[in-house]
């Protein structure tokens, strides 16, 4: 699967963006996918994701559980991220990412996930 992120721009606090992931590709209902971001200096790193086969299974990282909802539509092979009362440490680019299989060990890790798409740059002002 080949996945291609967007959505992102520029947010004063407080406000929201909506970041889409578009995959092509078959099987897409088959695969897990995530969000992942990466701050200038610091690693990557888990945000999001929802798992294959459903549309209500999701896991957050501790830092956006309450903000950031992760969602897809199998039909037209695409997953969003609904990002509210955005902060300044939001600022990142975003990636999203996709796997076939579902460890559980691991999918909260870039290891878990074998295709990524280009990054999508979000910049929250203060």
């Known amino acids: 699967v080949q996945l291609q992120a967007s959505g992102g721009g520029l947010v004063q606090a407080g406000g929201s963006l909506r970041l889409s992931c578009a995959a092509s590709g078959d099987s897409f209902a088959q695969y897990t996918v995530a969000w992942f971001r990466q701050a200038p200096g610091k690693e990557r790193e888990f945000v999001a994701t929802?798992?294959?086969?459903?549309?209500?299974?999701?896991y957050y990282s501790d830092c956006v559980r309450g903000g950031f909802t992760i969602s897809r539509d199998n039909a037209i092979k695409m997953v969003y991220l609904q990002m509210n009362s955005l902060k300044p440490e939001d600022t990142a680019v975003y990636y999203c990412?996709?796997?076939?299989?579902?460890?559980?060990?691991?999918?909260?890790?870039?290891?878990?996930?074998?295709?990524w798409g280009q990054g999508t740059q979000v910049t929250v002002s203060s």
């Open positions: 990412a996709a796997d076939a299989r579902t460890i559980l060990s691991s999918i909260a890790m870039t290891r878990g996930y074998n295709n």
């Open positions: 929802i798992f294959r086969r459903s549309l209500s299974a999701t």
